[in-house]
């Protein structure tokens, strides 16, 4: 009988490896030890999640191997995978970048015309190359990529860029952005809405998205003098209209709101000088809207 476990495709050991697998936890998903096996299932739910090289992600999504998968925005544009992205995730945030010696300097993308430019990213870069109308010499390399102009190999390069620090390590420093990446969840063209796997899938998607909007938001509690209301209400960046209480104190009264998780830092002075006290900020585990 054909396997009705949905299946999601994972990178099995790096950067992306710590943070799929705690979204997923965060989701109340009880993953089974794993041990270095490729296939693991999920104690609470019919899923069950396979272990690979990123690369080879985008390919099984598509191929229906697996159903979904979590990988780089960066994998799947390199791979011309057929698939759907369906969320950003909001971590592995980084972005593909020209890098160039320290000495140089680019201050029109025509620089890069008729240039040697190392890269593992060189579908992307040819993509990028002919939208601007531009010819250059694109030198594949699998690993390194960031020390080929010191051995004259190339005169820049296009690579992943997080901190900067690879690059200034190596004497270059970045220049034009090519992407921006970040972790995505991706599904199989084909999953097919009216099976049950799809129902399994929706369900999830909807736990994974609760789970994000629940990331960056805050729960704000707040005592207010009631003359003082008003002037408080405008402060708040609610995302939903707030909640007032009456306290025992009767000038007194508490509002309640979510709020995004950023703005907590820009607004707490102006709510002190409003006369707001005993300001609490709680994290929120899940928003269902
Ligand atoms: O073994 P497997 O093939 O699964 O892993 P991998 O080595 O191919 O990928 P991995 O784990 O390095 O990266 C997985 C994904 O993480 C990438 O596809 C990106 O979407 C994302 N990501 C985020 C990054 C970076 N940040 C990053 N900084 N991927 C790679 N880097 C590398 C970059 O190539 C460069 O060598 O880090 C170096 C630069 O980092 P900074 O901080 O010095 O700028
Ligand atoms: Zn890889």
Redesign the pocket.
């Known amino acids: 009988m054909e396997n009705r476990n949905l299946r999601l495709a994972l990178?099995?050991?790096?950067?992306?490896?710590e943070n799929s697998l705690q979204l997923l936890r965060n989701c109340n998903l009880d993953i089974e030890k794993f041990n270095d096996r490729m296939i693991v299932s999920v104690r609470n739910y019919n899923l069950d999640l396979l272990f690979?090289?990123?690369?080879?992600i985008p390919e099984y999504v598509q191929e229906g191997v697996a159903d979904i998968g979590i990988?780089?925005?960066?994998?799947v544009e390199e791979n011309k995978a057929e698939v759907s992205v369906v969320k950003k995730l909001g971590f592995?945030?980084?972005k593909l970048r020209i890098g160039i010696p320290e000495s140089d300097e680019i201050d029109n993308i025509k620089a890069l015309e008729n240039k040697r430019i190392a890269t593992?990213y060189p579908n992307i870069l040819k993509k990028f190359l002919k939208s601007n109308n531009l010819k250059a010499n694109v030198i594949n390399i699998s690993g390194?990529?960031?020390v080929t102009p010191t051995l004259g190999i190339s005169d820049y390069i296009c690579?992943?860029?997080?901190?900067?620090?690879?690059?200034?390590?190596n004497k270059l420093k970045s220049s034009l952005t090519v992407l921006e990446?970040?972790?995505v969840l991706i599904k199989n063209k084909n999953l097919d809405e009216l099976t049950d796997k799809y129902q399994i899938y929706s369900k999830l998607l909807a736990r994974i998205e609760s789970v994000l909007n629940a990331k960056n938001s805050k729960y704000l509690m707040i005592n207010v003098p009631k003359d003082s209301l008003q002037t408080i209400l405008k402060i708040i960046p609610s995302l939903k209209s707030p909640t007032i209480l009456s306290l025992a104190e009767e000038n007194l009264c508490a509002v309640h709101a979510v709020i995004p998780a950023e703005k907590f830092w820009e607004i707490v002075d102006n709510l002190k000088e409003a006369g707001a006290s005993g300001i609490l900020l709680l994290p929120i585990e899940n928003i269902v809207y």
């Open positions: 990178q099995k050991n790096g950067r992306l490896t690979l090289r990123d690369d080879d990988v780089g925005e960066d994998v592995g945030k980084c593992s390194s990529v960031e690579d992943l860029v997080s901190t900067g620090n690879t690059l200034k390590l990446s970040e972790a």
